[in-house]
């Protein structure tokens, strides 16, 4: 509709009063907020007019007024209170449809916003099939992601899934089969069972959970039943357009079948070369590792295997997720840069190359092993700690400090500070001296650190820490949730991450919400400095081997 029909349209609309007669006067004004919401995306004049709307005037448009309100203010301007107001204005018998649609909201917003659980379920079981057979579909989805998800009752929750419908809702209908499927193989580890769920979701009623459920069949029947023609069945079911990042893994997966049990390298190859870097980059970077160990081991093209070590050696996730891996492509990669010709038979190299891979992996795994008894993060503010100590952490500096991390509209960040210029001049030798990284203050490679303490009201660390010109127990202690920390470990910051961060005045990156039925993942641009994880100090004496 063109802006001129548009403006004398609403001329029109505006000028019926209620003595035109209250229905078509409260249909006059729904029409006009309609406009203003859909057309204009002008909310406050949106919910002007739908504010002008009473109950008396017409309940029906009333209660879809009251509705149209609740949802600007859950989704618009997010003042989750005000949208439950409205909300609870509309009443069953003045719209149904509507009443059911307000019900599943309420509920979503005491599941998503407020962890309201038990509160979440009464508004969802509020909801009638013979209302709306589709949001009676998506409440009991919520119910039972509910009690999976939270209250871990999985024959509760099979209950409410087990009695979606396909011909009430196609798409949710898929998402519950799925999530039956999920509940036998992961929780009953009934694989036939989960066959059957999983094989009841179409490709047309929901593509992306039917390649999901594709990629746990292949599972199954590669995993499970070692069935690996009819697990090559399923994940050739996968296409790229449905979900890439799944076909990514499909492909793989595919990739693995025929190295390891049909030893069809060519065909091997055929399927790693179709998994690309933008679609999954940590799965594109294990592709490119076993393509150079392939062109190493079985064909024996050298030049190939090199670009397939260095392609899989640029991806930083990989490096971090997969230690061992990558650190053996580098030490493959290094030795053949370096022109290591020594003349071995196959037996020898392969021998050689167990040895080292079985070292290295060792060692990641133990370098993992001590990484997760040292990570905190995941007990602070735990009231159910049986560690009560350690529900919070403190770190203790200058008041001066606290005030730059509070200060009006720009406060200062919370910063890591290099070890060179911490109160014990010997922080962190062991380990540098262990890596034969030297300590001269003018070495690149340096490590920051921030310090705190299970102990939030120590008066020795008042006096030893954050004295303000020198006045003893002049510091002061900050205590941090959880919240402040991450639980990612397998992040970092990297070169590229603080090259971004020094040109975010130049160029913004945007941000992007995916909403799900039951959820809401939010993707955030690479610049993001994502909270680190917490871990434990580890104090070592070299030369007693003594830990504390």
């Known amino acids: 509709m063109e802006e001129k029909d548009i403006d004398q349209q609403i001329e029109e609309l505006s000028k019926i009063t209620r003595e035109d007669g209250k229905e078509t006067y409260a249909q006059a004004q729904f029409e006009l907020g309609d406009i203003y919401r859909n057309i204009k995306h002008d909310y406050s004049h949106a919910e002007a ?10 309940p029906e448009v009333y209660a879809k007024a009251q509705f149209l309100l609740g949802y600007i203010y859950q989704e618009i301007k997010h003042d989750y209170d005000q949208a439950e107001a409205f909300y609870l204005n509309i009443n069953k018998k003045d719209n149904p449809d509507v009443y059911a649609k307000t019900q599943f909201s309420l509920g979503y917003i005491y599941q998503e916003i407020k962890h309201n659980y038990d509160q979440a379920e009464t508004f969802y079981l509020n909801i009638n099939k013979k209302d709306t057979p589709d949001v009676y579909a998506l409440a009991l989805f919520g119910l039972g992601y509910i009690y999976y998800n939270i209250k871990h009752d999985y024959d509760q929750a099979e209950v409410f899934l087990l009695n979606i419908n396909k011909e009430d809702n196609p798409e949710i209908y898929a998402q519950a089969q799925f999530f039956l499927g999920y509940i036998y193989q992961e929780i009953k580890h009934d694989y036939d069972q989960a066959e059957v769920f999983y094989l009841n979701i179409n490709k047309e009623d929901n593509p992306e959970i039917y390649v999901l459920a594709q990629g746990n069949l292949g599972y199954i029947y590669h995993d499970i039943k070692h069935d690996y023609d009819q697990a090559e069945v399923f994940l050739l079911n996968i296409n790229k357009e449905d979900n890439p990042e799944v076909y990514a893994k499909a492909q793989f997966f595919l990739g693995y079948i025929y190295q390891e049990i049909k030893h069809d390298y060519d065909q091997a190859k055929a399927f790693y070369f179709k998994i690309t870097k933008e679609n999954n980059p940590e799965i594109y970077a294990q592709a490119q590792d076993i393509l150079g160990k392939i ?22 996730s990989y490096s971090n997720r997969y230690p061992y891996q990558y650190i053996c492509a580098q030490l493959i990669l290094g030795l053949k840069q370096n022109n290591f010709n020594h003349d071995f038979n196959e037996k020898e190299f392969n021998e050689l190359k167990d040895f080292i891979y079985n070292k290295i992996e060792n060692l990641c795994n133990l370098t993992n092993n001590i990484k997760n008894i040292l990570f905190i993060s995941k007990i602070l503010d735990n009231k159910y700690s049986k560690k009560q100590p350690e529900r919070r952490v403190a770190h203790y500096t200058k008041p001066a400090v606290l005030f730059n991390l509070l200060k009006g509209e720009n406060p200062s960040k919370f910063r890591l500070n290099i070890v060179d210029f911490m109160n014990d001049p010997s922080e962190n030798q062991v380990l540098t001296s262990w890596l034969n990284i030297s300590n001269h203050p003018d070495n690149e490679i340096k490590s920051f650190l921030a310090s705190f303490s299970f102990n939030h009201n120590c008066l020795n660390q008042f006096r030893l820490y954050g004295n303000d010109d020198n006045i003893i127990g002049s510091g002061i202690s900050i205590a941090f949730n959880k919240n402040f920390f991450g639980l990612d470990t397998e992040r970092s910051i990297n070169n590229e991450i603080i090259s971004l961060h020094s040109i975010k005045s130049i160029k913004s990156f945007e941000n992007k919400q995916v909403k799900l039925e039951t959820e809401q993942i939010e993707i955030i641009s690479a610049n993001t400095l994502y909270p680190l994880p917490l871990y434990r100090c580890l104090y070592f004496d070299p030369n007693k081997c003594f830990f504390s």
Do not use: H, R, V
């Open 295 to 316: 062109y190493t081991e079985k064909i024996k093209k050298e030049t190939q295997a090199t670009d397939c070590f260095l392609l899989a050696s640029k991806i930083e």
């Open 49 to 58: 007019f739908y504010l002008n709307i009473n109950k008396e005037d017409n």
